[in-house]
């Protein structure tokens, strides 16, 4: 894995498909990634997600990571208006019952309006060390240092 909330998002996955859900109930977004960038647009994001989920009688679990790198994009039914933000599509689809949603992003201005959404979106933020390993139930604890360079090659 390359990163901390790459091996996190692997292992939330891992433990879900361990548990009964099937992976096609399980949409991850990784917006720093080219193979995501038409995702960056917010309404297409939300489009594409309730496609998926909307009056299925499963539940569905959405990882949006680098939501920082979402765009803002004219509102398409009101030019002169506001534009649309990741806000206004997580806002929409935490309405969906049978969707839980999971945001990772690495910049501080965005704390301020994803604390703004409620009810089904719970955002931690999180201070890591260099080396963390996962198992759930705990799903991470501290490395040791003698530990690290062995992990490496894992």
Not at 3 to 17: A, M
Not at 22 to 41: A, C, G, Q, W
């Amino acid at each position: 894995m390359n990163s901390f909330t790459e091996e996190f998002r692997h292992k939330i996955r891992e433990y879900l498909i361990n548990h009964g859900v099937k992976s096609d109930n399980i949409i991850s977004f990784e917006l720093d990634k080219v193979k995501d960038l038409f995702y960056r647009n917010p309404l297409e994001l939300a489009l594409d997600v309730r496609k998926r989920v909307e009056n299925k009688n499963e539940e569905f679990y959405l990882f949006i990571d680098e939501i920082q790198m979402s765009d803002e994009v004219p509102n398409p039914y009101n030019p002169e208006g506001r534009n649309v933000t990741f806000n206004d599509a997580l806002n929409d689809l935490k309405s969906l019952p049978n969707l839980d949603i999971y945001v990772t992003g690495s910049n501080s201005k965005i704390r301020v309006t994803l604390f703004r959404l409620r009810e089904r979106l719970i955002l931690f933020r999180l201070k890591v060390p260099k080396r963390y390993t996962f198992s759930p139930p705990t799903l991470c604890r501290p490395m040791k240092k003698s530990q690290w360079k062995a992990n490496r090659s894992a």
